[in-house]
């Protein structure tokens, strides 16, 4: 298991011994460039209490990967139906998701695909840009 922690690592480090998963286990600590790792991951799980967007997710969908995290915040936004999420703190949830994934290759391509999907159609710089240039141009205007 690879883990992109967003922040740092140190009071799981107990847990990851204890399950006895030191050997298992490769932990990045900090990593701002996500992007570097996404296309090598199979899913990604976001366990975010609070999220205004959700990038790295966005990210990761943009990869077709399937996501796994809870529902707060902008994350519903981004998601949306490609995916499904749990309730913050939902552990068990985003557990047997993880199980789902790893015992189905066709179910993982498929949310992978479906998130991919969304987020291109919703996100993508053909979209967005254009949105944005509209935006700026009326701010402009009303100037």
Do not use: C, H, W
Not at 35 to 58: M, N
């Amino acid at each position: 298991m690879f883990i992109l922690a967003g922040g740092p690592f140190d009071p799981y480090e107990g847990l990851v011994d204890e399950l006895g998963l030191r050997d298992s286990v490769i932990v990045r600590r900090n990593t701002a460039a996500v992007e570097e790792y996404l296309q090598a991951a199979d899913a990604g799980l976001y366990t975010s209490e609070y999220e205004s967007f959700g990038l790295s997710i966005l990210e990761t969908a943009f990869y077709g990967k399937p996501v796994i995290a809870f529902r707060v915040g902008g994350i519903p936004e981004v998601v949306g139906e490609s995916s499904p999420l749990y309730p913050f703190g939902d552990v068990a949830a985003a557990a047997a998701a993880l199980d789902a994934l790893v015992e189905s290759p066709n179910l993982t391509r498929e949310l992978g695909e479906q998130s991919r999907d969304r987020v291109r159609k919703r996100f993508s710089a053909d979209r967005v840009v254009p949105r944005y240039e509209a935006l700026y141009r009326s701010i402009i205007a009303a100037r």
